[in-house]
């Protein structure tokens, strides 16, 4: 049957007033409910007042009943609103009220419970919050057992459990005003290495601490204050470094030498079974050590990482964007990432906080023309292809996908959104989408901002995709170095030119 929606050749999974809808079509039409054409109201939308002239495909907009249907209602039968249907003719939304009434119990009104309940039950992705309900390594189950042993939510309870398992969870509790913001988001870093170096003995114990609270916490303290933020790819380096720390004096320990004693054999030693974050955090440690008379001046050897890696030549690059602009079997969000990513070498922190907001789009149609990496800034015009894309985000949450927990009621309209610390997916989460598509987030970073680095100026590169002017002349640079011959040879009709750069006037 051919789908009157997506026009493909296909076996009909229902046979609405529009017509026979495949598979596809017809759970991204239930699971989308819109206001209806002729009636205003929100329901799923199965019809179209026009009937189609010959092979014309039509979007479905207006509501069962509408059409004449009442079979193709999908009203919910309890609520009677048009959200997506669940199961027994309920719709997803009191589903998941049932769902968080059964998790965590009639809540008192007021309570922070009941708070948190109403938000997650007005999330704008229901199917997402029962799966975090589910989820057996998370906020939902951290939220059970404190109220199961009728521990108050507070900062200090939730400190005593995994920080990466709380870590959402914390973030959505103070957006709610349930918590108060810790005054100081670092403050989490000092509970890690409490708990990191609880095992050890005293003497190595305190040397962790001092290190950690003298050294790193005032590097992550520094970063914050510049940047205003404290992200989950900060925290958890911090927490591999001091881990990785603690690792080196835990070895020292078990092979009965104190750190005053570290020799150079000792220390290769430790190095030739260390991993590469531990042999990072070893030779970072040391410096610290040695200015403090902790320790004799030794030297640690490791594959220092000063050059970028291109390990992508230009061909594959465009091989790569061919790839996630034209094949239709890998998922849209990993498609706009990965292009994102080949055409601007705009940095993945970026791409996972775009919102709609970001996006230009053509008047008179919802095709998205262009888009700013922030607000104000110049909009960067796509190739027709990536605008297509664009616009079909936020695709629907892949299946295993991590679930959301933001709750705001008027939470940005994220691109790619998650269980991320704030609504969107993380960068952790996004890059390992990627790499299961065989897509490299930094080599393909990289081989764009050679390619781009060549062709602009610097300052136009960081004005557009929100690099810093030093990192940019940086770029451009080793473009000039390494690639400006290899440049003439490349194709010239698949090189980006500089008239994909939209200026507004006056600037
Ligand atoms: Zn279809
Ligand atoms: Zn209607
Ligand atoms: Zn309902």
Redesign the pocket.
Known sequence: MRCAICGQMRVYSARWPIGHVCATCYHRGRSTPRPCASCSKIRVLVGHPDAPANDELLVPTICGPCSGSYRYSYV?L??G?G?EPYKNL??V??ALGDQLRTAFGDAPPGSPIETLTTALRGSRRPRSVMKWLTNPRGGARVLGELLDRGTPISHEALDTYDEREVWSLRRTLVELEILPEREDPLARLDVIVEKITADLAPSPRSIVRAYASWWYLRRARRRYEESGRFTYPQFRSAWQRIAAVRALLKWLESNAVPLGALDQPTLDAWLEQATHTQRAATGDFLRWAVRRSLVERLTVTYPERTEPTILLSEERRWAELRRCLTDTSIPDDVRAAGALLLLYGIPLQRIIELTRDHLVIEAGSDIVTAFRTTTGAPAVTVPPRLGRILTRLPAPIPSGGAPLIDARANAPSWLFPGRGTAGHVTFTGLQARLRTHSLSVRQSRNAALIGLAADLPASVICDLFGLSVAAAVNWTRRAARDWTGYMHLVDERVRPSVSTVRRPNGR
């Open positions: 919910c309890r609520c609103g959200e309920l719709c939304r009191c």
